[in-house]
């Protein structure tokens, strides 16, 4: 069975640009995650989705948005990049939005602003 | 706001020797997770501790919870190289959302 899958792997962008990044959970999941890991620290949660309702915001700007589509994958957008946006931006599937649920992380879009 | 410690954030040791990653964490949770990263890779589940006195063991890694404490432990026993990675440990608060806070990450090196 395919794991999580995100893609691009690498993405180079200059400040101001837009990106979207994209991730399929692994089939059955109905619960997607976002995570944002700055080089040397911890993921830090950006969004849950579940069932295509955001059910989890994390303290990111407004620039940060997200959405879920019927087959369950979901796109991560950033708007009006900054350099502090550079990062590893790690995709996570589970089967239930909550409760005793393992999360399973994709490899993660490295994205770097220039 | 929730934190999550690791302590050490660096550790080097020797092949063969035991030591222990300690995680605490400053608000009520039953939720634990351990994960392992290697450079420039995701992040692979170890363990979900579920309930205090939790207690997981894998291999050479064994983890427990104490939520009254609140601290995990994950203990590595007699360290080989393959064990070189990151290590993080990951505390739901139990919002309704699959939400995790996690540590900074323990750095781990097993030296030959």
């Known amino acids: 069975d395919a794991g999580v899958t995100q893609s691009p792997t690498h993405l180079i962008k200059t400040r101001g640009q837009h990106v979207t990044l994209r991730c399929s959970p692994i089939?059955?999941?109905?619960?997607v995650s976002w995570y944002q890991q700055v080089l040397g620290q911890g993921p830090q949660f950006i969004f849950q989705?579940?069932?295509?309702?955001?059910?989890g915001r994390g303290n990111f700007p407004d620039r940060f948005s997200a959405r879920q589509f019927p087959n369950y994958s979901s796109e991560l957008n950033v708007n009006a990049l900054l350099l502090g946006d550079s990062a590893l931006y790690l995709c996570?599937?589970?089967?239930?939005?909550?409760?005793?649920?393992?999360?399973?992380f994709g490899s993660g879009t490295q994205l770097s602003v220039l | 706001e929730l934190k999550v410690e690791q302590n050490p954030l660096f550790l080097s040791m020797q092949e063969g020797k035991n030591y222990t990653i300690y995680c605490n964490y400053s608000?009520?949770?039953?939720?634990l997770y351990w994960y392992r990263q290697d450079p420039g890779k995701s992040l692979e589940s170890l363990f979900v501790?579920?309930?205090?006195?939790a207690v997981k063991q894998e291999g050479r890694l064994m983890a427990s919870l104490d939520t009254k404490a609140r601290l995990s432990t994950l203990h590595i026993t007699a360290a080989v190289h393959d064990l070189s990675a990151t290590y993080f440990c990951?505390?739901?608060?139990?919002?309704?959302?699959?939400?995790?806070?996690f540590g900074t990450g323990t750095r781990l090196t097993v030296i030959p």
């Open positions: 996570a599937s589970s089967r239930r939005a909550a409760g005793n649920e393992k999360l399973f």
């Open positions: 089939s059955g999941h109905k619960s």
């Open positions: 989705y579940y069932e295509k309702e955001e059910r």
């Open positions: 608000t009520t949770s039953d939720r």
């Open positions: 501790l579920l309930s205090n006195g």
């Open positions: 990951a505390v739901d608060p139990s919002t309704g959302a699959n939400n995790l806070f």
